[in-house]
């Protein structure tokens, strides 16, 4: 036992001087490892927050390791530009995704640089979402450039080429990277492998396999549109079938079926206009009358949620034409736009209708110009080809005049066609939310009487309170957008393109404007013009449920035809979501889908949405599957774990069944293969 001991100790001792030598002799290499393992922590500490997991550490370290060993290959004074690179990399790895999930609590895909171009003129958002937080990471590149500087001064890498005894080579510290990640390896479950595969789930990939092997996989995944559909179809195939036997989508009616047949459609895209607005005023004054108006007269859905992902626009124009959830990976409209989908609008044309869409952005914008012709529409109206920039605000041609200008294409349409349908996509109440300051009427300062403790003497006080906010530019761009609506609907009417027609109108989605901002807005204090302490009595927290379950947007259907209206006149309070659309309205249109995902919900008992992150709600609780955590409604309420696993399972299925389709063109391959079948059987 004493030899034994003696043996170890030595052992100790001399790995200890190996490593001491190592870090002489390979500083660089020590300061990038270094600096890249701390800037993924510090990326999960700002969001995910496991700060004592083990998994995500092994993960990044090896990862570091692996990219780290092939500078070996180059000479001791060339490794510095190696380093450098890859250190520049990761830091932007860190940078970006930082900057995405404050804004959008979800982290980036490599899939978003096929889409960069598109965000050109949003370029002006970013000194809105920027936080000093996200510049953190920028001291590990700097590190490694004053570290060279020094090692420069004192001569190390002529010191290195004659001295270096140790001679470390790509293979040696591949091995070590090899042994992390065997460390690291039996770590994981089965969950973790397949959700890292599916990559939907990405705060669950960040804080199990760490922020670089996220992003690394995310690379692989991104290429999945060229790849996928050459691998694994058989099984897709297989689990497609199952799925719509197991889930048959029947073609049932109800109280509203066919109420909407043969007339005409005019549906708006409302761009970032959430619920809450209609029930929210400044000052007294309503932000969106209009709106509230048509969802007072309409069918109006109060706890409708949109689904999209990093597609935002795009992804909610493809699950509201299809309803299908978005890619898993990258946007449809970009990545698989060369697929064929059902959609209301094909089923529409079927039908004998004309059918258009107009948008007052260019024509390439998410490659809209290409992808709109592939969901069935017969003409994309866009502003670079078909309208006048007579007036700009924000991104582009505002609202009003595209409204304007859209009218008289409507009515050419109109002595053309008996029938038609059209999309019309806005634009001005976009992110950053800009060029409105002197044009609207809505007062964002707040009003009140201070009274003086000793004097008694009352002063009217005015602060600027929401003036230079984020949410307070946003609730002004949207009462612009609902001023636009509303003359728009007059100039429907004032033109007689009202009769005989149906108006839609839903949210692309929510603002994206920060937590923090509606923190302040709730918890505002006149008396110190800033926000109230979480000490304080009356602070109420909002809290990242608050956050999540008020992104919900409005979902409106409205007439002229009063004998119509007073029909569908209700308040739809039942958990629905976009995909919903497709089965709801078209049973009122007289159209069905058998490979919807979304359910009619005046025919379907069952009411939940699934989002393409796997968090999913119903009307008794929010579930969020990136951590296993929730909220229940109804504090009375017992929710069992079956009912939790079932709701888990029904959104994982949906999210594969559905990438499933766009991978694989399973819907169109299946149809295919079944005439196929039945010209045998002939």
């Known amino acids: 036992m004493k030899k034994f001991l003696e043996k170890l100790i030595d052992v100790i001792k001399k790995s200890k001087n190996n490593v001491i030598y190592f870090f002489k002799n390979n500083v660089l290499f020590s300061v990038f490892i270094i600096t890249s393992l701390i800037n993924s922590s510090l990326i999960r500490f700002f969001t995910v927050k496991n700060y004592t997991a083990i998994s995500p550490i092994l993960a990044d370290l090896a990862f570091i390791l692996f990219v780290g060993a092939f500078a070996y290959a180059f000479k001791p004074k060339n490794r510095f530009k190696y380093f450098l690179t890859w250190s520049v990399i990761l830091t932007m790895v860190c940078l970006i995704n930082s900057i995405y999930y404050t804004n959008y609590v979800s982290f980036t895909s490599f899939s978003l640089l096929a889409t960069s171009l598109q965000l050109g003129g949003v370029t002006g958002a970013l000194k809105t979402i920027m936080e000093l937080k996200d510049f953190c990471y920028i001291w590990a590149p700097l590190t490694l450039i004053f570290v060279h500087r020094k090692l420069l001064k004192q001569g190390y890498y002529s010191k290195i080429k004659i001295k270096n005894k140790l001679k470390v080579s790509v293979l040696k510290v591949l091995v070590a990277a090899t042994i992390v990640t065997g460390f690291f390896v039996s770590t994981l479950t089965g969950t973790d492998i397949s959700r890292l595969y599916k990559q939907w789930n990405r705060e669950y990939v960040v804080m199990k396999f760490g922020i670089y092997v996220y992003q690394g996989n995310d690379l692989i995944a991104s290429l999945k549109p060229q790849i996928s559909p050459l691998f694994g179809y058989d099984q897709a195939a297989k689990e497609f079938r199952d799925y719509y036997k197991e889930n048959p989508n029947k073609d049932e009616t109800n109280e509203y079926t066919d109420i909407f047949k043969g007339k005409n459609v005019i549906a708006i895209h409302a761009e970032s206009i959430q619920n809450y607005l209609l029930n929210t005023k400044i000052n007294g004054k309503d932000i969106t009358p209009n709106l509230k108006k048509l969802a007072e007269e309409g069918m109006y859905f109060s706890n409708f949620y949109s689904q999209e992902s990093v597609g935002t626009s795009s992804d909610t124009e493809f699950t509201y034409s299809t309803s299908l959830l978005p890619a898993s990976s990258g946007t449809v409209f970009v990545s698989y736009w060369d697929r064929q989908y059902p959609s209301i609008q094909k089923f529409l044309k079927e039908e004998d209708y004309y059918v258009f869409s107009m948008h007052a952005n260019k024509g390439n914008m998410w490659n809209r110009e290409v992808m709109h012709k592939q969901l069935g529409y017969d003409r994309f109206y866009y502003y670079d080809k078909d309208y006048k920039l007579d007036e700009n605000i924000g991104l582009g041609l505002s609202d009003k005049s595209f409204f304007k200008q859209s009218v008289q294409k409507i009515k050419k349409i109109k002595e053309k066609h008996d029938k038609y349908y059209g999309l019309l996509i806005m634009l001005t109440n976009h992110t950053p939310f800009e060029g409105l300051e002197d044009k609207t009427d809505l007062d964002l300062t707040y009003h009140y009487t201070k009274t003086d403790e000793i004097t008694g003497q009352k002063t009217e006080v005015t602060n600027d309170y929401l003036t230079n906010t984020t949410l307070g530019k946003y609730f002004t761009t949207a009462h612009y957008a609902d001023e636009a609506i ?5 100039e429907l009417d004032k033109e007689g ?30 008396k110190t013009d800033s926000k109230k302490s979480p000490s304080d009595p009356e602070y109420k927290e909002y809290t990242k449920y608050d956050y999540e379950l008020n992104r919900k947007v409005p979902f409106i259907i409205w007439t002229k035809d009063e004998n119509l209206r007073k029909k569908i006149n209700k308040k739809i309070t039942t958990i629905t979501g976009m995909y919903d659309v497709l089965p709801t309205l078209g049973n009122m249109l007289g159209i069905y889908d058998e490979y919807a995902l979304g359910k009619d919900i005046f025919s379907s008992d069952e009411h939940y949405v699934v989002f393409p992150n796997g968090n999913w709600i119903t009307d008794k609780m929010y579930y969020d599957n990136q951590n296993g955590q929730a909220i229940v409604f109804d504090e009375a309420s017992v929710i069992s774990k079956d009912y939790i696993s079932k709701y888990t399972e029904k959104a994982e299925k949906e999210i594969a069944v559905s990438n499933d389709i766009i991978v694989h063109d399973l819907i169109k391959k299946t149809k295919e293969s079944d005439e196929v079948i039945k010209g045998g059987q002939k």
């Open 497 to 526: 393109l009202l009769e005989d027609t149906v108006l839609v109108i839903y949210g692309d989605h929510d603002a994206k404007v920060k937590k923090s901002e509606y923190d302040y807005y709730y918890n505002y204090d006149p």
């Open 486 to 490: 509303g003359q728009f609907v007059d």
